[in-house]
């Protein structure tokens, strides 16, 4: 492989197009603030939004009729996975809890804890 | 059955063959290239968040973690780090060595820390005052109580510093003893193509939320990377560069996996940020509500730090530079920090530059 200080012409590229990448982005950044872009993506948007719902019904539709699931209803299992894991998390917070009570109810030896007693170093004048 | 034995025979050979053709080309990489020697084969092996945490408190899609102190003596205030709700909190714990939080723990700080889960279709109503009041204050009376201490320093994180803010300007008696921000808005003007697209009559925002519910990541990855759209290829052209050091390969992977790593936007916050925030420029007007209070940053009295990239494209500097005028703070102090967004909590400047200086403006006030 090439050394850094070997005359790789496309290693040359790459890096001039790295140090202009900034200016080309924002090129492209003044283009999409355009009224225009912003019409034409605000359309799209709209267009999108409006044949995901009428695709999403018939092809759930068609899915059915195969037997197989829709992704709909593969985002509704992940949502109840997901749920099940913050049922999880509340669990845990529970038993932390617990077991901080059972500790400060027993004679076991209490968790060391750090102490609360650090100062900021002094700035030398 | 001969036949057969000679199609086994030639299979196993085959596959020895092939065996022998992948380890060829395994070795002669990674005697050439030599960062991916160490690439990993699966996300998991990347290792990110690796500090060891315990989750105290849950509820809605706030996850607070409490970390491990890593020292027997720590400085009497706690830190509460508060992450966008639409950043993973892994950013701020990337490695060993790479992390924040680490680095915290070591200097002697206890650490807390708000890592927002991703929102579901029933937290679609989940607001700025659910995110900023509710939960941001569930979560500081939470590491009261589990600090045993009665304050707490902030430390809040891109839209996490925002909500940090709102929620300091609403309750000025709360905790909060000292409040840190990075790279935070508060000027939607600031924010100018979301800004553009936003005042465009084509750009139904109440349409996209109440189709949607929750908005996907797919669309705040792709509003994100239009705001500088070569960005990702140079990062694609530098890594190819650099390809044979093995801890710039690692930690590029890091970071490119927290970057696309978002997580969705609740609709209802959705509509406030993009609407009202940036839109309507509410909270530079003092008009943006929270719970019915005013919005008015010159409430803020605590002492108040603001960490900004010069390089920010996400928050560029446009949309943040009216914030320390804005904080009614007399202790307060900008750094301005050469780098990024991502970089200014984790890259190199931030290791050897910022945290330095952040850990000591903490420090002097945290006894």
Redesign the interface.
């Known amino acids: 492989?090439a050394g850094k200080d070997d005359l790789d012409p496309m290693?040359m590229m790459?890096?001039w197009?790295?140090k202009s990448?900034?200016m080309?982005?924002?090129a492209?950044?003044e283009v999409?603030?355009?009224?225009r872009f912003?019409?034409?993506?605000?359309?799209y948007?709209?267009e999108t939004?409006h044949m995901q719902?009428m695709f999403g019904e018939a092809m759930g539709q068609y899915l059915a009729n195969l037997n197989l699931p829709s992704r709909a209803e593969v985002v509704e299992i992940k949502?109840r996975v997901?749920?099940i894991e913050?049922t999880l998390?509340?669990i845990?917070?529970e038993m932390?809890a617990l077991r901080a009570q059972s500790a400060s109810g027993t004679s076991a030896a209490p968790k060391k804890?750090?102490?609360?007693?650090?100062?900021?170093?002094v700035k030398d004048a | 059955m001969s036949a057969n034995a000679e199609h086994v025979e030639g299979d196993i050979s085959q596959k020895a063959i092939d065996a022998r053709v992948t380890e060829v080309i395994k070795k002669a990489i990674q005697r050439n290239i030599p960062g991916l020697a160490s690439l990993p084969e699966t996300e998991a092996q990347l290792e990110v968040g690796t500090s060891d945490k315990e989750l105290i408190y849950s509820q809605d899609t706030a996850r607070l973690y409490h970390y491990t102190p890593l020292v027997d003596e720590i400085y009497r205030v706690p830190i509460l780090l508060v992450m966008s709700p639409l950043a993973r909190g892994y950013i701020m714990d990337l490695a060993k060595g790479q992390s924040l939080v680490e680095y915290f723990l070591k200097a002697g700080h206890d650490v807390y820390m708000i890592d927002w889960a991703a929102p579901q279709k029933k937290h679609k109503d989940l607001s700025l005052s659910s995110y900023a009041c509710d939960m941001l204050g569930d979560c500081i009376d939470k590491v009261v109580a589990d600090s045993g201490e009665p304050d707490v320093s902030l430390v809040g994180y891109c839209m996490g510093g925002l909500l940090s803010v709102c929620y300091q300007a609403t309750h000025p008696d709360s905790p909060v003893k000292n409040l840190a921000c990075f790279t935070t808005p508060v000027n939607g003007d600031g924010m100018v193509l979301y800004k553009k697209w936003l005042t465009s009559k084509s750009f139904d925002m109440d349409r996209l939320v109440d189709e949607l519910g929750v908005i996907p990541t797919e669309i705040i990855n792709m509003s994100m990377q239009a705001l500088r759209p070569l960005h990702k290829n140079a990062n694609q052209l530098k890594l190819l560069n650099n390809v044979d050091n093995d801890e710039f390969v690692k930690a590029h992977l890091r970071f490119e996996r927290w970057a696309v790593d978002q997580l969705p936007f609740p609709g209802a916050l959705a509509k406030e940020f993009m609407i009202d925030f940036v839109r309507d420029n509410k909270l530079i007007k003092k008009e943006l509500e929270l719970n019915g209070t005013i919005v008015d940053l010159s409430n803020i009295t605590v002492p108040f730090l603001h960490v900004a990239a010069s390089f920010d494209h996400i928050v560029p500097e446009a949309s943040s530079k009216d914030l320390i005028g804005m904080v009614g703070s007399e202790d307060k102090k900008e750094i301005i920090v050469r780098g990024g967004h991502v970089s200014l909590v984790a890259g190199g400047n931030a290791i050897y530059r910022l945290w330095p200086q952040l850990d000591q403006w903490i420090s002097e006030r945290a006894d």
């Open positions: 492989m290693r790459r890096e197009f790295v990448e900034q080309y982005s924002e492209m950044t999409m603030g355009d009224e912003s019409k034409t993506t605000g359309r948007m709209q939004l719902k949502e997901t749920s913050a998390d509340s845990l917070v932390r804890n750090p102490v609360r007693t650090k100062k900021a170093p």
